[in-house]
């Protein structure tokens, strides 16, 4: 990726959008770009964090360690970075991130966005506001919804998570099995197949393979309400 399209993605961010010439032509100088393949590692739990890594093309998923298996926490779309907020306040990853697809991803040096942010007080606040969005709120759902058994309204909520947030369209092709479903929302893979088959059956949504549509996103956002 030349310096001119990272320079058009650093001006359209939400990070970088209040950065000054100045600060730009400073993050290309030391920014790189690395493309990976289908299910590659990004980084391993354990890992110490040196880069702020924004997603340019495809999707990654986040996996945490439970027990002898991976769960996994969320899965990245496009053009948001991976793991804020905790690549501020932690030294090493405690998850690891692996591609659903051919990634592209631009690496900006740890050490230079906590300057920037230093001098920019704009660039801190949105960072804060992002990682509130996009994690901690986030995770509270996850929490929230643990504490209930409900298989119908914790994947009503994670069907329309995978709309409105990920995909960002109400027809879109799985990138992650019955199983990984089944780890996102605590309920076994047979409970995941019986609920979409029910779902499909009742006409909230519409299945084709591995290409779910959204037919009625009111009756999920119903059902995610007792998630």
Do not use: C
């Amino acid at each position: 990726m030349n310096n001119e399209a990272k320079v058009q993605i650093l001006q359209k961010n939400w990070l970088f959008s209040q950065l000054s010439p100045q600060e730009i032509d400073e993050i290309l100088l030391k920014t790189t770009t690395v493309e990976y393949r289908r299910k590659e590692t990004i980084f391993k739990k354990g890992e110490f964090i040196s880069h702020l890594v924004l997603l340019l093309e495809g999707y990654l998923k986040i996996e945490v360690d439970q027990g002898e298996k991976n769960f996994i926490f969320d899965i990245i779309p496009p053009l948001h970075y991976v793991g804020l907020p905790l690549v501020f306040s932690s030294e090493k990853y405690i998850f690891s991130a692996v591609s659903l697809t051919d990634t592209t991803l631009l690496y900006v040096p740890m050490d230079l966005v906590k300057k920037i942010m230093g001098e920019n007080g704009q660039v801190a606040i949105k960072a804060i506001e992002y990682s509130n969005e996009t994690f901690t709120f986030t995770l509270f759902e996850k929490l929230k919804s643990s504490a209930l058994n409900n298989v119908r309204g914790r994947l009503a909520k994670l069907l329309l998570h995978f709309s409105s947030v990920v995909f960002k369209n109400s027809t879109f092709t799985l990138l992650i099995g019955r199983n990984e479903i089944a780890q996102m929302i605590g309920f076994s893979r047979e409970n995941v197949i019986r609920t979409l088959s029910e779902f499909n059956t009742e006409g909230i949504i519409r299945i084709g393979g591995k290409t779910i549509e959204i037919v009625d996103p009111v009756k999920l956002d119903e059902l995610g309400k007792y998630s």
